[in-house]
């Protein structure tokens, strides 16, 4: 088996259409499928032999028979190796509310099945695992709306009596993605090279448009007569009659039942189909169900809606017989189910098995800024630096109204509303002086009385005192990011301009400061007067 990796650099927005969503847009899967690079070569091979592909022999090794594979384009991490990211195991689970919390693997051996009491999948759709950590990834997101022109294109806009909006949201330019092809000789090797090495090729919808520019880097092509390349890191090991393995899928499943319908599970009589697996037992499942389609180019046909298994679904199974080391490797370089020159079907054995827990690492996409702006001069720099400060502004505003009210108060019957409306006033002041030392200052001991300063240490916010919150927010106005959960690498940015920078702000610290503390206080006025 020959493996090609290929490193794509994005340079447009891609628009690989998922299907669902609302009618009026277009949303597109976090990754570059297989079908798009198998399209992409068909077309250029069509245009230098001007052969029918399906009777051809090179084009029917090359895109029909399965000999060659063309597998999904997932993001790389950030190592020196760039390893391709996989799909986010679906066994795995968190604590809600704590995104940074361990991570709990439900397929494994030892695994804790109570450990989190309202447990959660993760929500990035990428991962790669280092030791007993794990990198989780999201793809950037593009989002632009465009306008249909009018029927008459000599008007050539839209008019009250036709043109409608609507919504692009896609892959965001400047990310690296990466993708192998998998072929069972060197027949074509040529022509895939010839086609992909070092250039730019269009990939997706809306090509015309402005979408689709993606540049293409081959790596050293990987020879393995045993078959022994694997997606995942690590060498396979036997596995014994009547052990426990798993069977992660690594991206979407197509497969029949019985009954010769698309399934969107796993039964005993597909288990049983499968050479390697036959009589095993399915023991346990953590999957779900999606639907894909996908269109002909050559008929502007779309393909016939198909139910899948989403990758990532793990199968908890056991062997009747022994599973060999070849038998493992040789099932993984197979792949399972229907379209498997598409990148469908691809399957790992013991992936992570080990690992019943993990910590999470987030990984800010890895980007190629080579072919974006360095810099920006005049009116365009002053314009980004706007538009960044009011998206970074519109970003805290809602993240502390939520915080504001998802505080837990105990005030009702410990603290008059007269204080409260005192130390308001204070706060109030300070925002339109800045002086945060002020409020500090008022509610020190040698400033507030006695029967003030008890109410004050009688209330609670959480498990602590009222007294006490408020002077550790004040003494470290830093600390207001962490506590309303910002997150840095989701910080607006436009080309060059960023906004992180701003949260080395000690102004925009303090502001932000004085307005949590000024809108607990008039939450916790409100709830005094109501009782």
């Given at each position: 088996?020959?493996?090609?990796?290929?490193?794509?650099?994005?340079?447009d927005?891609?628009?690989?259409?998922?299907?669902?969503?609302?009618?009026?847009?277009n949303?597109?899967?976090?990754?570059?499928?297989?079908?798009?690079?198998?399209?992409?070569?068909?077309g250029y091979?069509?245009?230098?032999?001007?052969?029918?592909?399906?009777?051809?022999?090179?084009a029917?090794?090359?895109?029909?028979?399965?000999?060659?594979?063309?597998?999904?384009?997932?993001?790389?991490?950030?190592?020196?190796?760039?390893?391709?990211?996989?799909?986010?195991?679906?066994?795995?689970?968190?604590?809600?509310g704590?995104?940074k919390?361990?991570?709990?693997n439900?397929?494994?051996?030892?695994?804790?099945?109570?450990?989190?009491?309202?447990?959660r999948?993760?929500?990035?759709?990428?991962?790669?695992?280092?030791?007993?950590?794990?990198?989780?990834?999201?793809?950037l997101?593009?989002?632009?709306?465009?306008n249909?022109?009018?029927?008459?294109?000599?008007?050539?806009?839209?008019?009250?009596?036709?043109?409608?909006?609507?919504?692009?949201?896609?892959?965001?330019?400047?990310?690296?993605?990466?993708?192998?092809i998998?072929?069972?000789?060197?027949?074509?090797?040529?022509?895939?090279?010839?086609?992909?090495?070092?250039?730019?090729?269009?990939?997706?919808?809306?090509r015309?448009?402005?979408?689709?520019?993606?540049?293409?880097?081959?790596g050293?092509?990987?020879?393995?007569?045993?078959?022994?390349?694997?997606?995942?890191?690590?060498?396979?090991?036997?596995?014994?009659?009547?052990?426990?393995?798993?069977?992660?899928l690594?991206?979407?499943?197509?497969?029949?039942?019985?009954?010769?319908?698309?399934?969107d599970?796993?039964?005993?009589?597909?288990?049983?189909?499968?050479?390697?697996?036959?009589?095993?037992?399915?023991?346990?499942?953590?999957?779900?169900a999606?639907?894909?389609?996908?269109?002909?180019?050559?008929?502007?046909?779309?393909?016939?809606?198909?139910v899948?298994?989403?990758?990532?679904?793990v199968?908890?199974?056991?062997?009747k017989?022994?599973?060999?080391?070849?038998?493992?490797?040789?099932?993984?370089?197979?792949?399972?189910?229907?379209?498997?020159?598409?990148?469908?079907g691809?399957?790992?054995?013991?992936?992570?098995?080990?690992?019943?827990?993990?910590?999470?690492e987030?990984?800010?996409?890895?980007?190629?800024?080579?072919?974006?702006?360095?810099?920006?001069?005049?009116?365009?720099?002053?314009?980004a630096?706007?538009?960044?400060?009011?998206?970074?502004?519109?970003?805290?505003?809602?993240?502390l109204?939520?915080?504001?009210?998802?505080?837990?108060?105990?005030?009702?019957?410990?603290?008059?509303?007269?204080?409260?409306?005192?130390?308001?006033?204070?706060?109030?002041?300070?925002?339109?002086?800045?002086d945060?030392?002020?409020?500090?200052?008022?509610?020190?001991?040698?400033?507030l009385?006695?029967?003030?300063?008890d109410?004050?240490?009688?209330?609670?916010?959480?498990?602590?005192?009222?007294?006490?919150?408020?002077?550790?927010?004040?003494?470290?106005?830093?600390?207001?990011?962490?506590?309303l959960?910002?997150?840095?690498?989701?910080?607006?940015?436009?080309?060059?301009?960023t906004?992180?920078?701003?949260?080395?702000?000690d102004?925009?610290?303090?502001?932000?400061?004085?307005?949590?503390?000024?809108g607990?206080?008039?939450?916790?006025?409100k709830e005094?007067?109501?009782?």
């Amino acid at each position: 088996m020959i493996v090609l990796p290929i490193t794509l650099t994005l340079l447009d927005p891609i628009l690989a259409t998922s299907l669902g969503g609302d009618p009026n847009s277009n949303t597109t899967y976090p990754f570059i499928p297989g079908s798009l690079l198998r399209g992409a070569l068909a077309g250029y091979f069509t245009q230098q032999n001007s052969v029918d592909l399906p009777v051809d022999p090179e084009a029917k090794s090359l895109f029909f028979n399965g000999h060659t594979c063309f597998l999904n384009a997932y993001p790389v991490d950030d190592s020196e190796a760039q390893n391709r990211m996989l799909p986010t195991p679906l066994a795995w689970r968190q604590q809600k509310g704590v995104p940074k919390g361990r991570i709990h693997n439900w397929s494994a051996d030892d695994a804790d099945m109570d450990s989190p009491d309202q447990p959660r999948g993760l929500k990035s759709p990428f991962c790669w695992p280092a030791d007993d950590h794990v990198k989780l990834c999201e793809p950037l997101r593009y989002f632009n709306v465009h306008n249909r022109r009018a029927e008459d294109r000599k008007i050539g806009r839209a008019t009250e009596e036709s043109g409608a909006l609507f919504r692009y949201e896609a892959i965001a330019p400047h990310q690296l993605f990466k993708s192998y092809i998998l072929m069972e000789s060197d027949t074509g090797l040529a022509v895939v090279q010839d086609f992909l090495e070092n250039r730019t090729v269009l990939l997706g919808g809306s090509r015309g448009a402005g979408y689709g520019r993606v540049e293409v880097h081959l790596g050293e092509t990987i020879d393995t007569n045993d078959r022994s390349w694997r997606e995942i890191s690590g060498e396979p090991t036997a596995i014994a009659a009547g052990s426990k393995f798993t069977l992660t899928l690594l991206s979407d499943l197509i497969i029949r039942d019985e009954y010769g319908q698309y399934a969107d599970h796993l039964t005993a009589e597909m288990i049983n189909r499968i050479s390697e697996l036959a009589g095993a037992e399915l023991v346990d499942s953590f999957k779900q169900a999606a639907i894909v389609g996908g269109h002909n180019k050559k008929w502007s046909l779309p393909l016939a809606q198909t139910v899948v298994i989403r990758a990532g679904s793990v199968f908890v199974l056991k062997p009747k017989t022994p599973l060999t080391r070849q038998a493992i490797l040789s099932l993984e370089a197979r792949g399972l189910g229907e379209r498997q020159t598409e990148g469908f079907g691809r399957v790992a054995v013991n992936w992570c098995r080990e690992q019943d827990t993990l910590w999470p690492e987030k990984l800010v996409p890895v980007t190629n800024t080579a072919g974006s702006p360095n810099t920006l001069e005049g009116e365009s720099q002053k314009l980004a630096k706007l538009m960044v400060s009011r998206l970074l502004q519109r970003k805290f505003d809602r993240l502390l109204t939520d915080k504001i009210f998802q505080i837990n108060l105990g005030v009702r019957g410990r603290i008059k509303a007269s204080q409260l409306a005192r130390l308001r006033l204070v706060v109030r002041n300070a925002l339109t002086t800045g002086d945060i030392k002020a409020v500090a200052l008022w509610l020190s001991d040698d400033h507030l009385k006695r029967r003030a300063r008890d109410q004050f240490e009688t209330a609670r916010i959480g498990p602590d005192r009222l007294r006490d919150w408020l002077l550790q927010q004040l003494t470290a106005p830093r600390q207001i990011w962490e506590t309303l959960g910002v997150e840095r690498d989701k910080l607006p940015v436009i080309g060059p301009v960023t906004s992180a920078e701003r949260l080395e702000d000690d102004a925009l610290a303090s502001e932000y400061t004085l307005r949590l503390i000024d809108g607990v206080l008039a939450r916790a006025g409100k709830e005094v007067k109501e009782q």
